[in-house]
């Protein structure tokens, strides 16, 4: 069975500023390796919402550099996957952080995700919104480093901010008890 969960943002916010100068050592570095930004942002993410979807190729997930999901670290799978394109929710079953493209700027929240673009429309770098202030929104971020940077300091084409509005986790508790009673594993 689905469920909804909510996503803790400020969890999310504290992973960024923890980390925002450094490198997690459960996580590859991917600095030189394509950017570091949306793997960052995923770390934060699942700070926040504390689950992973494991589907191979369609769902959202890290265990190894070799055994992680492209939705981990490439911009456009990140964006597909929380914005859950139909053919991409089909395939995922649907498990992990939901979101939206915002339209309004009321609905930007700290923890929310900004994706900046190229003068081609080409997303290239993700960041995660963690303040705010009279004028300006504050991000974190990685591969160029940043923490509390203002977002009018970024030179981009133009922007997408995606919120995040819940986490979908699935409670299959005849799955669960399968795999226990069966000695295959514990609660996934």
Do not use: K
């Amino acid at each position: 069975m689905l469920t909804e969960i909510p996503y803790l943002r400020e969890r999310a916010v504290e992973y960024a500023r923890r980390w925002a100068n450094d490198r997690n050592p459960l996580f590859i570095d991917f600095t030189g390796r394509g950017g570091d930004c949306t793997s960052f942002v995923s770390q934060c993410v699942f700070a926040g919402s504390g689950i992973m979807n494991y589907t191979p190729t369609f769902g959202w997930y890290y265990v190894s550099p070799s055994d992680r999901a492209p939705a981990w670290a490439g911009v456009d799978e990140f964006y597909d996957f929380l914005v859950g394109q139909p053919q991409f929710v089909e395939e995922n079953g649907g498990t992990g952080p939901r979101g939206f493209e915002v339209t309004n700027a009321s609905e930007i929240e700290i923890g929310d995700v900004i994706q900046l673009a190229n003068s081609r429309g080409e997303f290239y770098h993700t960041l995660i919104i963690s303040g705010f202030t009279d004028n300006d929104i504050l991000i974190c971020a990685h591969s160029d480093d940043a923490l509390d940077r203002p977002l009018s300091s970024y030179n981009y084409a133009s922007l997408r901010i995606l919120h995040i509005e819940g986490v979908i986790i699935d409670i299959n508790s005849d799955r669960i008890f399968d795999n226990l009673i069966n000695g295959i594993s514990i609660g996934r």
